[in-house]
């Protein structure tokens, strides 16, 4: 079955009047004849929007209990059932509610479009998802439900309802929108008139982007080649050169006259190589581009006029910018330029052609000793020599036929060629010509000749000798190209993949840098301005830089960026700077396409770094939060307890007998300890997150800090069995008698009922090492009800609790305390299943090399002796 027709009404804002105008549009298809019905349709208590449903046939919606409450959703198999010709089917971005057999709504409308039955749905631009976060920063309102654009890109239709911010905040303020209660909060927040009118905004150039796309189909399906101005849309073409930021940048000036448009770069890449192009300036304009909000492409072909007015006529471009010819003028006049090739095929497109600094100055071309010195110098040899060896052959086998010596003469001129290139090549040419002129070429022993044949033939050798000889050199200069450019790109990917492969991208590619281009050294630096100072790595220079400093560097110590060989800048913040030998022509495009590649790597480990930090900031932000709603909910219990104790004693004329004065004291011993517990708590966490926890790491041994850590516990809860030759870690002894403590009591609290034991492992080493480390294990077992394996990564998360259990019992921060703790100590704090039931939280710390150090016993835990050290510790 045919995918049925989905229509959807799209609104800037709530309250434009989406659901009424689908309304309507029922309405007049069932006046056409047609089967509608009303699968689901909101109006939030409006009253014009609730008459319109009066007269459509409407089908009762689902009832489905969740959290022990009512929420009506769209009755599908119902709507199924009843296969009407059209559904209305109102909030088309809706969350189902969970037990629904979808997750949202666009989903359901998806089921009832395959099974033949045509939606009208409704949707706001603030739920489309490419729109989710302008919307949200507009706004400042989240959206908690999107659909994807995708999916509302399906629609077979798409309408705009609009109406003016004005009028939309007039019947908000004549109550037509929300209750009377909300009209003024509404008012002041998100129906501000700035907002409905970004909002609007939006709306028109979401649904614009849709109708070119449409237009854009449709040239395409009926093969229409003119540029049809719909739409402003500016096209620039950049040969790679420095020029394309002039270009860029009067091309946004030209866009913003006319108040809206698209601005589309495209490189044109010509097909016989990239010997003029600049990576550091193309990638220079891709960045500009993408600021001035137009977008970067690249297309190539053999004629860079031809592929430019192709691109621009495939994007419906209404105007070219591209810059004055850079060849000089003959060869303009000889080739023409693409410039004027372009204004001669633009047909009804716009031509701009800008002057700039580099216009007529000529390209520079590097095809001097491509072929190497010696080789050159063969060649030219060989055109001297050649040409003789070949006319004593002729002397030796004498013929009368002119064609054979020129024959064989341009063979030797084709050698030549092969050998030597272009130059060679034509010297050769023109000896062998007066060669075959003098001794082959009736009268012989004259250069006159007599016989017009012959003078046509002499220039035809010539002429062919010298064609040949170009060619012959044009091959030979594009294979070598062609093989520098294989090299170049093996290179560069070489670099890619060692540097992503190492720990440092940027280090990496610095490193590999030494031996790619053979050089001592390889430092890049940062203008003073873009980074903190820093006396260890910066240095002054002069040329308008101002002072540098250093980011990173491989190969000998850092050289002054102002005073060395080959000095690379990207642009006028970042440097490259080789030392050891300076770099050849040939290895100068490498270079560029190097520290472009750099570039990247540096902004991608800048961007990397900003989102470590924004990412450290929330954390801590929520941790704080967090924090606040601790103190001002969970630490009054227990303030709540000492504050009533001390008041009961304290209060005049009440007499307590000892019992119930020993019940108070009782009282306040015991909030006091828990409000202790709950502010270390807190305090640490605070520390771990801020990155403030400094571990004072020496070598300690298990049974040390266990006594202390299991004081507060009720004698024989928590039963400690270590093997006796349990060796000494690396550890901090308050933090690690902090991490056992808080596991401890943990297992205490969530077990009740469990017996716990302490454990070594055998022998007292684990399996795993830490950072290349042998490491000691420490596991402490209970056998309660567990955690479910799903949530075993949660329960380490501040602010836990298991099965939400009563605030009074703690913050939820004993276990998330106790990881960071251990993992400062460069150790890990794992938990996996208890055989039979029950959890079993694993301490890993790395192995002490050192002599193990006695550690004071601070408390004696009641029913729990000092742990005797081990025979052969004492």
Known sequence: MARATLRIFLGAAPGVGKTYAMLEEAHRLLGRGEDVVVAFAMHHGRSDTLALTHGLETLPPRVIEYRGSAFEEMDLDAVLARRPHTAIVDEYAHTNIPGSRNEKRWQDIEELLRAGINVLSTVNVQHLASLGDVVSAITEVKQAETVP???????????????????????????KIYAAEKIDAALSNYFRVGNLTALRELA???????????LTRYRAENQIEESWPARERIVIGLTGGAEGEVLIRRAARIL?????????????RAADGVAAESPHDLEAQRTLIKDLGGSYHTVSGEDPAKALLDFARSVNATQIVVGVSRHKLLSSFLKGGVGSRVVRGSGDIDVHMVSHPLGGRGIERTRKRDLGRVRVAV????????PVLLQLLLAVAPSHNIATAVLIQLTGSVAVALIGGLWPALLGALWSSFLVNYF?????GTLTINDPQNLLALLVFAGVSSAVAVVVDLSARRSKEAARARSEAATLGDLTRGASTAEDPVQGLLEQALDVFQVRTAALYLAAERTQPSSSSSSSGGGGGGAWQLVASAGEPQVDPDDTENIEQFDGNTRLVLTGRVLPASDRRLLGAFGAHLSALLERRQLAATRREMMRLAESNTMRTSILRAVSHDLRTPLAGIKLAVGGLRQPGVQYTEQEEEELLATIDECSDRLDGLVGNLLDMSRITSDSVNALIKPIRWYDVIPAALHGIPPGRVRVDLPPNMPAVDADAGMLERVIANIAENAVKYAPDSDIVIVGAAGGLSTTTLAGRPA???????????????????????????????????VGLGLAVAQGFTEAMGGTLTAEETPGGGL?????LPLSTGPALDVPQRFTAPGIPALPAPKGLE
């Open 379 to 386: 060649g030219f040899a060989m055109a001297l020599v050649v």
């Open 776 to 810: 000691s294990e420490l596991r402490i077992i209970d056998h309660g009800q567990g955690v479910p394996a799903a949530n075993v990564l949660k329960m380490f998360q501040p602010f836990q609790r298991l099965d939400d259990v009563p605030a009074a019992t703690g």
């Open 204 to 214: 028109l150039l979401w649904l614009a982007d849709r109708v070119d796309e449409g």
């Open 840 to 844: 079993t939280m694993l301490v890993r």
């Open 256 to 268: 913003k006259r006319v108040n809206g448009g698209d601005l589309l770069a495209v490189h044109v």
């Open 440 to 444: 082959s070429i009736p009268p012989l």
């Open 149 to 175: 654009d995708e999916v509302v890109r399906l629609a077979d239709q798409i309408h705009l309802v609009d109406i003016s911010p004005e009028l939309l905040r007039q019947r908000l303020g004549d109550g």
